[in-house]
């Protein structure tokens, strides 16, 4: 039944079907040991096998918090993201505005990270949420939803990655808008990529992270063609930024068809 | 932040005159106003700095450098042993509540927040291009700390832009002093810091610190140094951080629409070329005003500057 669905055959290797039973705990590795790994072989490939424009397999699932209006879960390999949506409701300030509120939070798990991280949200965490806030709100017809909010909680269970992290959150969060029904001009995508000594290494990881010279988050609605936001850091030449921006929008593109799959499932799933 | 409504027809005349290239004040969509720059205003800084933009946004940046320990608790391992050779960068922003009524109270502290992560952001990294190695006294244990506080005193749009050109004029004005340290045996170091003004010195690398450019998308074309009525009809902006070299520091989208990755291409491109001869401009601009202090110092004529909030 499943197979028949996978129409296209570049879906195939996007798509992680068997989501993994056991969840492995680091391998943690010496500071003197961490030079000696390579991030990429001879061929080209990565530590994992993916070439260097590749992304990791992803698995998204719509619908798994009861409570919410509308959720997401996505995995990708290490990067596992949850987000549920409530929502539109009342705004409880009494304040008029013409256009509905969009409120995203995310929350890193305290155990998520290296690092053990608090409870409260930090400044970190205000900041990421602020960012998501940004690459959401254009695709969401908020001039709908005059009086409303809508609220997106984003959890962060396991982070392989911040960059990498905060684009599985938008794209997480976007299906997880669309699930709760939110009128929406289009989805939004999101990828990352790191630069590494003059490459370009798409949805890079921890490691890669660590050695980065700088990075690109971009968030991107495929069927309209419009980029709704970008963030770069380091100093990077332009012509680098500019092939980043490409391969950015090509891996949005098919990260958009993994999101349509996961939405026309849950359809089929609640017409049972 | 000021104005937070316009009406349709404003809104329309904008649009119209973004299209045909000549904007309310008569300017084009690519031409900045004009940047009065003065550094050195205030003597309990280390250095200082007050830009104004056109008729209206005034910024001031106070740079202090002072003594710090170096903190390497809960740091991983390896981070420590870079960290420990470096001074620090501390940010922060201030919208004071005479510019406006809005930044009264709390209402300007998500603004301020913003404000000073983007400054932050581009200033505490490599791409800042400052040699924080340089800032080091004793590595593991003490360090200079450059506090960079920006206050904006008038607002008439285009604030990120002018709060960047006036951090870095200030950090150019900005002298470190020098320290003799002294190993006194049984491991203990300890450092003078030396009297001698004449000697003290920049910090080294301030000419890399980049500026930033903001464009503002407005209708299917993209204008620079908007005005607070523009930045309402604003639907995305695109930050650009460029230094001198012509690399790209940086890249934000913030408002609420968004842009055609073409475009986009095309904003970064124009941000970059801008803020190139931006850079020129106003490395020649506080050159010359050195110079200018150095020649009336020599004639032993009296320095005057032009204060704050002053345009001419």
């Excluded at chain 1, 010279?213 to 380091?234: A, D, F, K, R």
Aim: aromatic share 4%; net charge negative; charged share 25%.
């Amino acid at each position: 039944m499943r197979n028949k669905l996978i129409q296209s055959e570049n879906l195939c290797w996007l798509l992680d079907e068997h989501r993994p039973e056991v969840t492995v705990t680091p391998i943690i590795i010496k500071s003197s040991d961490k030079e000696k790994i390579l991030l990429k072989d001879v061929n080209g490939r990565r530590r994992d096998g993916r070439n260097l424009e590749d992304i990791r397999p992803i698995f998204l699932k719509t619908g798994l918090i009861s409570q919410a209006n509308g959720s997401a879960y996505i995995e990708l390999r290490q990067t596992k993201i949850a987000c549920g949506v409530y929502g539109p409701r009342q705004t409880k300030v009494a304040s008029f505005s013409g256009k509905g509120n969009l409120n995203c939070e995310i929350k890193f798990a305290p155990f998520s990270c290296l690092k053990r991280r608090q409870s409260y949200r930090d400044a970190q965490e205000k900041e990421l949420s602020h960012l998501v806030f940004e690459a959401l709100a254009p695709s969401i017809r908020l001039d709908l939803l005059p009086k409303s909010t809508i609220d997106v909680f984003i959890s962060v269970l396991e982070n392989d990655g911040t960059a990498s992290c905060l684009a599985a959150a938008i794209t997480c969060a976007s299906v997880a808008v669309a699930d709760a029904g939110i009128e929406m001009s289009d989805q939004v995508a999101a990828c990352s990529a790191s630069y590494i000594d003059g490459d370009i290494y798409m949805d890079s990881d921890l490691l890669e992270e660590q050695r980065e010279t700088g990075s690109i988050v971009l968030s991107y609605m495929p069927s309209l063609n419009e980029v709704t936001h970008i963030l770069q850091s380091g100093e990077v030449e332009i012509s680098q930024t500019t092939q980043a921006i490409e391969q950015c929008t090509d891996a949005c593109s098919k990260i958009y068809s993994v999101m349509n799959h996961s939405l026309l499932e849950s359809v089929k799933d609640k017409m049972q | 932040m000021p104005p937070t409504l316009i009406s349709p027809s404003e809104n329309d005349y904008i649009l119209r005159g973004v299209d045909a290239n000549i904007r309310a004040d008569g300017r084009g969509r690519l031409d900045y106003r004009q940047v009065i720059l003065e550094t050195g205003l205030i003597t309990q800084a280390s250095g200082s700095a007050r830009c104004r933009l056109g008729e209206g946004t005034d910024v001031l940046v106070g740079v202090k450098v002072e003594l710090g320990a170096i903190e390497l608790d809960g740091v991983e391992e390896d981070v420590a042993e870079i960290k420990a050779k470096r001074g620090r960068v501390i940010c922060n922003v201030e919208c004071s509540p005479i510019a406006s009524q809005q930044f009264a109270g709390r209402g300007a502290d998500d603004f301020n927040i913003e404000l000073t992560q983007m400054l932050d952001r581009v200033l505490n990294g490599p791409q800042s291009g400052l040699d924080l190695e340089k800032l080091c006294i004793i590595p593991g244990q003490q360090c200079w700390i450059v506090y960079i506080d920006a206050i904006v005193l008038d607002y008439a749009g285009n604030l990120l832009d002018t709060i960047f050109m006036t951090t870095r004029a200030a950090l150019y004005n900005t002298k470190v002093p020098k320290t003799i340290i002294q190993d006194i045996g049984d491991g203990e170091i300890v450092f003078d810091i030396s009297d001698d003004v004449e000697g003290w010195e920049r910090i080294e690398g301030w000419d890399k610190v980049p500026v930033a450019i903001t464009l503002n998308k407005i209708g299917s074309r993209h204008i620079v140094d908007a005005t607070p009525l523009e930045e309402l009809t604003t639907e995305a902006k695109l930050l650009v951080t460029v230094n001198k070299n012509g690399k790209v520091c940086g890249l934000q989208k913030s408002g609420g629409g968004s842009i055609d990755p073409s475009l986009l291409n095309e904003m970064v491109q124009t941000g970059r070329s801008l803020g190139q001869s931006l850079i020129k401009s106003l490395d020649e601009m506080v050159r010359r005003e050195e110079n200018d202090i150095n020649l009336k110092q020599s004639r032993r004529e009296r320095v005057e500057k032009l204060g704050f909030f002053a345009a001419t």
